[in-house]
């Protein structure tokens, strides 16, 4: 049974800081690519970054500069660090796993800035 289980969310003040991680289960993680993806109230999921198998990472423009991924293999855990948070952050945020044409999605954490 595959499972992405996402946490580290909560609510935190404009500039400050969230670390997401995502430890998934029943899958050989280190060959997947690992994803970051965000839904606001009332908008479609969003892509937010991406780490591939060998390390390479890309993020969406938005948050270039402000967040970052990591993956640990040994812990089968991925990690977006989030710094300077803007409201406009605001979100659920799912991780995502890619092997192929397999994919699976975690449940998702909600990420509220505001003051």
């Known amino acids: 049974q595959v499972q992405l289980v996402e946490s580290g969310g909560g609510l935190v003040q404009p500039g400050g800081s969230l670390r997401l991680s995502c430890t998934a289960s029943?899958?050989?993680?280190?060959?997947?690519?690992m994803l970051w993806y965000r839904q606001a109230p009332g908008k479609q999921r969003d892509w937010v970054a991406t780490?591939?198998?060998?390390?390479?990472?890309y993020y969406t423009d938005s948050v270039k500069g402000r967040f970052s991924i990591s993956r640990d293999n040994a812990r089968s855990t991925v990690s977006l660090q989030m710094n300077s948070l803007k409201p406009e952050d605001t979100a659920v945020y799912y991780c995502?796993?890619?092997?192929?044409?397999?994919?699976?999605w975690g449940q998702g954490t909600q990420v509220t800035v505001s003051s």
């Open positions: 780490i591939r198998s060998g390390g390479t990472t």
């Open positions: 029943g899958i050989n993680f280190s060959v997947n690519t």
């Open positions: 995502r796993s890619e092997f192929g044409a397999t994919v699976y």
